[in-house]
């Protein structure tokens, strides 16, 4: 990158002065590598970010708000398969058997999702949207720490679910203050997973990728939908274990 950095530079200093260019309708102003006719603009497959920016401002505030009402309406469909369950004769039990479970499998998931954020770190940061993205970002822009804090965040919220749903399934119960971690790492994951959602958002407006080729759009409006299951399972689950949690305590 630096040989590259100073072969530009040199260049620059070659060339004759550029005129200047005015800004047009919030666009950006042409770069050195999107003047001449043998150069164009690089755009993601979605074509988000080679819109004027206060239209990729229009695009950002819909997908958030897209993948939020979506995580709503799925939490709602979850909460009415568990009334359904809890219909039937041994049907509480079982829910509370599978929130149990669910605890330790996605506990597993965001331990390795934990993990994947120091193995992979660079590829981590390059979908950290920098500041200013889509006009309105207002993030500062620090990759290397934002992939850090997530990374632990989700290493001691999955590994606390682990050991809450682990414990469940193995008839130990937890005593208070410790039978109160796992509905709190629930509840902090629901936010955090929330908190970097727009990093999914980036990777489909921008064509950010963790290292492969450009990501087909289906890919984004797949891991769209997978992010409102994720979110409203996450929702039912912390509501649920809270209410277990305080329902062993009263007893």
Avoid at 31 to 43: A, E, F, H, I, Y
Avoid at 102 to 112: I, M, R, T
Avoid at 191 to 202: E, F, G
Avoid at 220 to 244: E, I, N
């Amino acid at each position: 990158m630096r040989v590259l950095y100073l072969a530009v530079c040199a260049t620059a200093l070659q060339a004759p002065t550029p005129r200047r260019h005015r800004r047009v309708d919030g666009a950006r102003p042409p770069t050195p590598s999107m003047r001449g006719s043998r150069t164009r603009l690089r755009v993601a497959p979605s074509g988000v970010d080679g819109l004027p920016v206060p239209l990729q401002a229009v695009v950002f505030l819909g997908c958030a708000g897209g993948i939020g009402g979506g995580a709503v309406a799925c939490n709602a469909a979850i909460d009415k398969i568990r009334g359904a369950f809890q219909a039937t004769g041994a049907g509480a039990e079982a829910w509370r058997k599978f929130v149990e479970t669910a605890f330790l499998g996605l506990g597993l998931l965001y331990v390795a999702a934990g993990v994947g954020h120091f193995a992979a770190a660079d590829a981590f940061r390059a979908i950290t949207p920098p500041f200013g993205t889509w006009g309105l970002w207002p993030v500062p822009t620090a990759p290397a720490f934002h992939v850090a804090w997530t990374g632990q965040a989700e290493l001691v919220g999955g590994a606390t679910l682990v050991a809450g749903g682990a414990a469940a399934l193995a008839g130990v119960e937890l005593e208070a203050p410790a039978k109160w971690l796992p509905p709190v790492a629930c509840a902090g994951l629901l936010l955090l997973t929330v908190a970097v959602t727009p990093a999914n958002i980036y990777m489909y407006t921008h064509g950010a990728t963790m290292g492969a080729g450009p990501l087909p759009l289906a890919f984004h409006y797949v891991r769209f939908a997978v992010q409102c299951v994720l979110l409203g399972l996450l929702a039912t689950l912390a509501k649920d274990s809270f209410f277990y949690a305080w329902g062993d305590e009263i007893e």
